[in-house]
């Protein structure tokens, strides 16, 4: 829990705040997710902050709600969920994962929905290095069983020489050299 909540602090604060910079007229633009435009992609980060907070508290998954436009206060609270020690212990009785690995997807969402968010608005987009590694390490190991559950598409290949950002892009199946 020590190091990881820095991790998901720093990731989920970024995201809040390319979610505050959207405008309006942004809502519709199409996004590295093909099946979500912005507005799509911001609703779902709104179901997935609900679904980890919810999890972080030993209940059942959230379901998805309509699009509400608060991710930023629904990621404090999701936040505030995980900086309970007991919400480390054990395994998901939701989704019967350790929660250490609930913890590490909830990174992953963060950094890769941030990035799409970014590239889809023109925003800049630099996460943590360290936050970066952390979720490509995860991925990596994931990644197959991710892939099988619908959650990541087929690999992107990248260049040897990429950066851990576009490494774990191309592994969650986003081509880093997307643009809208």
Partial sequence: MEDMMPLMTRATEQ??????AVRQEQLGLPTPCEKYDVKDLVNHLEWVAEMFASLARQEAPAEQGPYAGDFPE?????????????????VSPGMGMPMTSLAHMYLVDMVAHGWDLARATGQEYAPDPETVARALSFTEQMAEKGRQGGVFGP????PDDASPLDRLLGVTGRDPAWTP
Avoid: M
């Fill in 15 to 20: 995201t809040a705040s390319l979610v505050r």
């Fill in 155 to 158: 690999a992107v290949a990248v």
């Fill in 74 to 90: 629904r990621a404090e609270r999701t936040l505030a969920a995980w900086s309970r020690p007991e919400a480390w212990e054990g």
